[in-house]
């Protein structure tokens, strides 16, 4: 049975909300207080919240097709067609349209790319100067993520593109449209028509390189906007899948590498453990791994999957109706005490031993057939670029006690990420 939430209640969730400065707060204090399922309880906005692994199992794998990913807003506004957007049939397509340049298989093609593109924003350092993580990270991720999935050199562009991608993300970030769906929002046309017109252009080019290369043997790119135009795909559903593909792909990063340094800053043993690991191995890094994963485990940048509920759905404490929104908590499931022994402690030691958690409670990309696309290539991107951040530069953490937790579109570190960066 759903229990009630109380006055009291009401005002933990408050004070927890001041106290953390975000709802990961409150939503804690629900969980603590009423269990593995709960409604939200704002005015004119009540979606369900459940988590847990049986509920993950339910959403994610055997009751999946109760769910929609598709929904009414910004979100969706904004992708379009996009795969992450789409369901049944129409996903499908897109998604083994787009399986083949995710491939494990595929991944060593991309390391020398991740290299060079983070030694290009490290070659903007000036020795002893001050860095903020979030930024170069965004810088790093944004650049991996042109060059690997549609060949293109951004270097040159991110003066004009940087702007309208922060806003991009800021449009789809959590904000007052939640409330009052449909809230004008002034500010934002200029920057999305920008990035649109960019990733026009780039299909343009490539087109047009197909064009030209038919008379003459020119070098096919093999990358995935190949694989979207070879498939017929039109302009409109191709810039879909890259703009999908560009804002899951890079802010999901940025948020990994920079969470990592903040947790690497906030524990200086383990910090020199990891620098030592990389000074003195060759390519395995296995406490780097470890603490790749619990910082994905502490802070996963997407901490909630987001449903509108099509049939009803049955959970061991209550129903949640046709119609109504849903949340399934990454964020609570991977810090449930009952799971996770210390579960609000950094141990990157626990990933040592082997799985000693059940199935389905570790999600940091989900999981059945709508988990993370890019999970393989995020998890070999985060390894690659750290050691090459570590192996070129000492990083001296300068606010490291001042961080926490933001809800944007994902969970960044806020302020920001700061670091003293000294050349080795
Ligand atoms: C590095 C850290 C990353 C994290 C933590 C992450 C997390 C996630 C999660 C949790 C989901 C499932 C959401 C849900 O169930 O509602 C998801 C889906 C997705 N991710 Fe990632 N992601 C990451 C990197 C990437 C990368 C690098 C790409 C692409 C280049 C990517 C592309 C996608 C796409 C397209 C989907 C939708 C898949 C579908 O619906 O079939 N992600 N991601």
């Not at 490290?122 to 549609?150: N, P, Y």
């Not at 696309?373 to 951040?389: C, D, M, S, Y």
């Amino acid at each position: 049975m759903k229990k009630a939430i109380t006055p009291e209640l009401g005002r933990e969730a408050l004070l927890a909300f001041f106290k953390t400065r975000s709802p990961l707060g409150p939503l804690k204090a629900m969980a603590k207080h009423v269990g593995r399922f709960f409604q939200i309880p704002i005015p004119g906005f009540r979606p369900y919240v459940v988590f847990g692994p049986e509920a993950a199992r339910k959403v994610l794998v055997t009751d999946r097709n109760k769910f929609l990913w598709r929904n009414t807003d910004p979100v969706t506004d904004l992708l379009r067609r996009g795969v992450l957007v789409t369901d049944g049939e129409e996903h499908d397509h897109y998604r083994g349209l787009m399986e083949t340049p995710f491939h494990p298989s595929q991944l060593p093609n991309y390391t020398q790319m991740m290299i060079e593109q983070t030694d290009r924003v490290m070659s903007t350092w000036q020795d002893g100067q001050t860095v903020d993580m979030l930024i170069e990270g965004r810088k790093i991720a944004l650049l991996i993520i042109m060059q690997t999935l549609f060949s293109k050199d951004a270097w040159d562009d991110i003066p004009k593109i940087w702007n309208p991608i922060l806003k991009t993300i800021q449009y789809v970030s959590p904000g007052a449209w939640i409330l009052w769906r449909k809230i004008p929002r002034f500010g934002y046309g200029k920057s999305l028509k920008a990035i649109d017109d960019y990733l026009y252009q780039i299909i343009d080019d490539r087109r047009q390189t197909l064009n030209d290369g038919q008379s003459s043997v020119v070098h096919r790119h093999n990358d995935l906007l190949q694989h979207l135009i070879d498939a017929g795909l039109d302009d409109d559903t191709t810039r879909d899948q890259m703009l999908t593909m560009l804002i899951a792909g890079h802010d999901t990063s940025t948020a990994l590498l920079a969470w990592t340094f903040a947790l690497l800053g906030q524990h200086p043993e383990i910090h020199s453990q990891v620098v030592q690991e990389i000074d003195q191995t060759e390519g395995k890094y296995q406490l780097l791994d470890n603490v790749i994963k619990e910082s994905l485990r502490l802070y996963p940048p997407i901490h909630i999957g987001n449903r509108r509920v099509a049939e009803d759905v049955e959970f061991a404490e209550g129903t949640v109706p046709a119609g109504e929104r849903m949340f399934y908590s990454i964020y609570l499931t991977q810090r449930d005490p009952a799971i996770w022994e210390n579960a609000e402690d950094f141990c990157p030691e626990r990933f040592s031993h082997g799985r000693k958690t059940p199935p389905m409670s570790y999600i940091p990309f989900g999981g059945g057939p709508r988990a993370c696309i890019g999970a393989a290539f995020g998890q070999a991107e985060a390894r690659i670029v750290i050691a090459r951040l570590l192996q070129t530069f000492a990083f001296e953490p300068l606010n490291a006690d001042k961080i926490h937790p933001y809800m944007g579109a994902t969970l960044e570190p806020h302020p920001g990420v700061m670091m003293k960066v000294v050349r080795r």
